[in-house]
């Protein structure tokens, strides 16, 4: 079993950056791909981006490409959504989570998910 807890949410303003990261317990992030997912008021939960264990499968939404990055963090525990360039439409409650299988995660079926972590992005 893994516990998924996302942090490092927070208020900054539009075009900076900011990093979040997605801590696991029960078992570390190895060989497990990693998605993080958001989703806004009123609005429907949508896929942000994922990557596998190993880096070589990565899947970004258009919203996102070019801006946010998933990578691995300093140790097998630790995971991170780097987002540069923020855009007051990237406000949301961001959620991690991770699956064996890629398109699982990618997909949002199955898995290990956190309760999510706030970014607002103010002009």
């Known amino acids: 079993q893994m516990q998924v807890v996302e942090s490092g949410g927070g208020l900054v303003q539009a075009g900076g950056s900011l990093r979040l990261v997605c801590t696991a317990s029960g078992r570390t992030f190895r060989n497990f791909a990693v998605a993080w997912f958001r989703q806004a008021p009123g609005k429907e939960r949508e896929f942000v981006g994922a990557?596998?264990?190993?880096?070589?499968?990565?899947q970004y939404s258009d919203s996102v490409k070019g801006r946010f990055t998933v990578a691995r963090g300093d140790n097998d525990n630790t995971m991170y959504l780097q987002m540069n360039n923020l855009k007051s439409e990237d406000s949301a409650t961001y959620f991690c989570g991770a699956s064996t299988g890629f398109w699982e995660v990618v997909e949002g079926i199955r898995g290990f998910w956190g309760q999510g972590t706030q970014v607002t992005v103010v002009s």
């Open positions: 990557r596998s264990w190993s880096g070589a499968s990565t």
